[in-house]
């Protein structure tokens, strides 16, 4: 792959700059929201069941920790929207794909695994990327609002798994999509340069879908951005070439750069969409930092080798091809189930692309308290919009 961090950095570095001089205008407050719903949207980091209900499940140990079952989603226990959901006082979301047993009375998950938020190159099951990309799951919601209102009007049992009209209006609207754009880049052998000129597509259509969403009623947005890509183990294994130039904690520099520049244009757009959708509160959290910070020091926060897949085999970070968490494969004559480590509590990286439960509760608790939001608000405080004076 061919390289050119050093311009990358220098305009990244005046973004950031720029960016995190201004200083948040307050923001008009007076309680805590009381959302009645949430409805989201995004990838494997907040997929509750969507793309297994499409194709298969994830198997044991994934689920293990909290659920001790299969339970749709892409770690040991809980993601992030279950902890989110929990907070506001909701249950945990069901998956909008998923067929049995759902219940959408407080709000749907439209996340799917492998998602991205611009058309893939390459979907499943022919290529590596979910068909639910965020144009769809914005089509997926428009048709779900008008025909829950039209399942609620037949009563009974229609009626108490659908949301009540007003939750449209009155619901949190959390988004986390991006990863997969950069890592199509990525495994489509492009640049950094290459691939940074695909963000102002990306954030064109996660742009989009907020006056998407608006447009259908939305009015309160909690936007994340993406993860340091540059330290999870299948991006290490798949570019040795790219890992092996650093930073201090082992993670590949020029990847995280990726991922800081997403970031940055994130949040410009973040910022322009409040001038357009002056009616809504718009969050941007900033779930790098958090991320960052629990890898870079992971023994001031009870954490452990913090760059090794919990549920892998083989190699520096316990990840490789040659199989996958919850697989068996055949090693010189003998199978081998790729199961879990003795402690997922203490790891954060579960299976090498995905966190595990004890990150992100850890990311959870510190993006929810507002410090690492802009505006600085908490969660419960997500629905009030700045002061536009």
């Known amino acids: 792959m061919d390289f050119s961090p050093v311009s990358l950095c220098c305009s990244f570095l005046v973004v950031l700059l720029s960016c995190f001089a201004a200083i948040s205008k307050p923001v008009v407050a007076s309680e805590d929201c009381e959302f009645p719903a949430i409805f ?10 969507g793309f297994p209900a499409a194709f298969f499940q994830p198997p044991l140990p994934y689920g293990q920790t909290f659920f001790h079952r299969q339970s749709g989603r892409y770690t040991d226990g809980r993601v992030m929207i279950d902890f989110i959901a929990n907070n506001v006082g909701l249950p945990f979301l069901s998956a909008y794909l998923d067929s049995v047993g759902s219940n959408f009375s407080h709000g749907v998950n439209f996340a799917t695994a492998a998602a991205t938020a611009t058309l893939p190159g390459f979907i499943y099951p022919g290529g590596g990327f979910s068909p639910f990309y965020l144009s769809i799951q914005l089509d997926q919601f428009s048709q779900f609002k008008n025909r829950s209102q039209i399942a609620r009007g037949r009563g009974g049992v ?15 609207y959390t988004i986390d999509i991006g990863h997969n754009d950069l890592a199509e880049g990525l495994y489509s052998n492009m640049s950094v340069d290459q691939v940074n000129a695909t963000v102002p597509d990306i954030i064109r259509n996660i742009s989009a879908h907020v006056k998407g969403l608006y447009n259908l009623g ?9 993860d340091p890509m540059g330290c999870l183990p299948y991006l290490l294994v798949s570019f040795p070439d790219v890992a092996a130039q650093s930073d201090s904690i082992g993670c590949a520099k020029l ?17 322009q969409l ?14 790098y930092s958090v991320k960052y910070e629990l890898l870079s020091h992971p023994d001031r926060y009870g954490f452990e080798h913090p760059l090794v897949a919990c549920c892998g085999y083989g190699g520096k970070y316990n990840y490789s091809n040659a199989g996958i968490c919850g697989e068996t494969i055949n090693v010189n004559g003998t199978d081998i189930f790729i199961g879990a480590c003795d402690r997922p509590s203490v790891r954060a990286i579960w299976d090498g692309i995905h966190y595990t439960e004890a990150a992100n509760k850890f990311v959870f608790d510190r993006i929810s308290s507002g410090a690492f939001t802009d505006p600085p ?8 919009r700045e002061d536009s004076s």
């Open 377 to 384: 608000v908490s969660l419960k405080m997500a629905c009030h």
């Open 218 to 226: 939305g009015r309160s947005f909690w936007i994340h951005n993406t």
């Open 158 to 172: 229609y009626e108490e798994l659908m949301p009540e009209e007003e939750y449209f209006e009155e619901g949190l």
């Open 255 to 271: 990847f995280n750069e990726i991922s800081q520049h997403f970031n940055s244009k994130l949040k410009e757009a973040v910022i």
């Open 274 to 287: 409040r001038k357009d959708l002056p009616s809504a509160a718009i969050t941007y959290v900033d779930v």
């Open 40 to 49: 989201n949207f995004g990838d494997s980091n907040s997929d509750t069941g």
